[in-house]
């Protein structure tokens, strides 16, 4: 079982940057692969970017990509996403997942674990 809270939501103009930080409970952490997904007011949830296991792999939305940054740091139990370049349209609540060893990382079916979002708004 894996309990994952977001933070680090907020308003910011566009061009600004925010760092979002997931952090999961449990010993098993460093076993998941661990991902970002984004769902805008009236639109499906698409995924971000995701990273193994072990930090070595990373896989980006084309519409994310070169101006997001996804890491983690399995001493602390905690994945990040640095957001920079922020524009109008990366306005969404933001939510981290975990998923085992299989499965599609694109794919939010295949993710086991949430968590409960972190709203954020960029200004035009």
């Known amino acids: 079982q894996v309990q994952l809270v977001e933070s680090g939501g907020g308003l910011v103009q566009a061009g600004g940057s925010l760092r979002l930080s997931c952090a999961a409970s449990?010993?098993?952490?460093?076993?998941?692969?661990m991902g970002w997904f984004r769902q805008g007011q009236g639109k499906e949830r698409e995924f971000v970017a995701t990273?193994?296991?072990?930090?070595?792999?990373?896989y980006y939305a084309d519409s994310v990509k070169g101006r997001f940054t996804i890491s983690r740091d399995n001493a602390k139990n905690t994945v990040y996403l640095q957001m920079n370049s922020l524009k109008p349209e990366d306005t969404a609540v933001y939510y981290c997942?975990?998923?085992?060893?299989?499965?599609?990382?694109?794919?939010?079916?295949?993710?086991?674990?949430w968590g409960q979002g972190t709203q954020v708004t960029v200004s035009s």
């Open positions: 990273i193994s296991w072990h930090g070595v792999t990373t």
């Open positions: 449990g010993r098993t952490f460093s076993s998941y692969n």
């Open positions: 997942a975990a998923r085992g060893k299989s499965g599609s990382y694109y794919n939010a079916f295949d993710y086991d674990y």
